[in-house]
């Protein structure tokens, strides 16, 4: 199957109708979400997107942070008011094209270099067990660090997305052409799962519940790590990035619409129209 493929290589570039939506000289609106996370600080839920980071309020448009319009493609929330990421550099900003690992303090208003700056392009982050785990789509490979300046080269693997196990660094899922692969050696070797259905996007937010979507935006779950799956609900379009926060609420960013999901994703509202 190619349709994992399809998603990843298309992950950074941008529809007809987002480039009309974002001219030179216009303010940027939300499109293209590359991730997704939920602020502990105040339970705020950010998209971090092709034109910047945005927060999105409960009531109103979502707000554009600082006017900083890079593109970021990895995201994740390490804390409160703490997030990481990578991307590309605004196009006004005089930077490398690749971020490398990036670090904000202060919810997204400033950003600093941490480590690989011109050399790394995450599409995918998470922090978890005192370590980082990235997937630099320039090398394919999975990458870890405990320091975020140093980081140890793990498996080369062809992937659209990845989580660790909430209490055990060394076992991770990837998604992959094939359906999702398992590693239980810290994500220097991966096994198929073959019983698991074909997921585009993954997230692990307690140890007996994983929650994956389809390439068709339909959301499925396991309670045993991946041995077993059921199906729950769908949103509509095609996924493009995926949170949880707790085993109950569930977001899913398509190309129309973030939507939201407070009963573990059976079923869903539209928090926030795209395009």
Not at 160 to 184: I, K, Q, Y
Not at 193 to 208: F, I, V, Y
Request: charged residues 15%; contains cysteine.
């Amino acid at each position: 199957m190619t349709v994992i493929a399809a998603a990843t290589l298309t992950a950074c570039g941008q529809t007809a109708e987002q480039t009309a939506n974002n001219v030179p000289g216009a303010p940027p609106s939300l499109g293209h979400v590359h991730g997704l996370g939920i602020d502990p600080a105040d339970g705020t839920l950010y998209a971090a997107s092709h034109y910047g980071v945005f927060r999105l309020p409960d009531q109103g448009e979502p707000e554009l942070i600082a006017d900083r319009q890079q593109d970021t493609m990895g995201f994740t929330v390490v804390g409160p008011r703490h997030f990481l990421g990578s991307g590309h550099p605004a196009p006004d900003e005089d930077l490398p094209p690749h971020l490398g690992l990036i670090e904000s303090t202060d919810a997204g208003q400033t950003w600093a270099p941490l480590s690989l700056s011109g050399q790394a392009d995450f599409h995918a982050l998470e922090a978890k067990h005192n370590q980082v785990y990235g997937y630099d789509s320039q090398s394919q490979q999975l990458m870890v660090t405990s320091d975020r300046q140093n980081w140890d080269r793990r498996a080369s693997i062809a992937l659209a997305d990845f989580t660790v196990h909430p209490t055990n660094a060394n076992t991770v899922l990837a998604t992959t052409e094939e359906g999702p692969a398992r590693s239980t050696d810290g994500g220097r070797t991966f096994a198929t799962m073959p019983k698991a259905p074909l997921l585009l996007l993954l997230d692990w937010p307690s140890e007996n519940t994983l929650i994956g979507i389809d390439p068709d935006g339909r959301v499925h779950t396991s309670k045993d790590g991946g041995t077993s799956w059921s199906t729950a609900g769908q949103v509509p379009g095609a996924p493009q990035a995926l949170a949880t926060n707790g085993s109950s609420e569930v977001y899913v960013a398509t190309e129309t619409g973030i939507y939201a999901s407070r009963d573990g994703g059976r079923t869903f509202t539209l928090r926030q129209e795209l395009g």
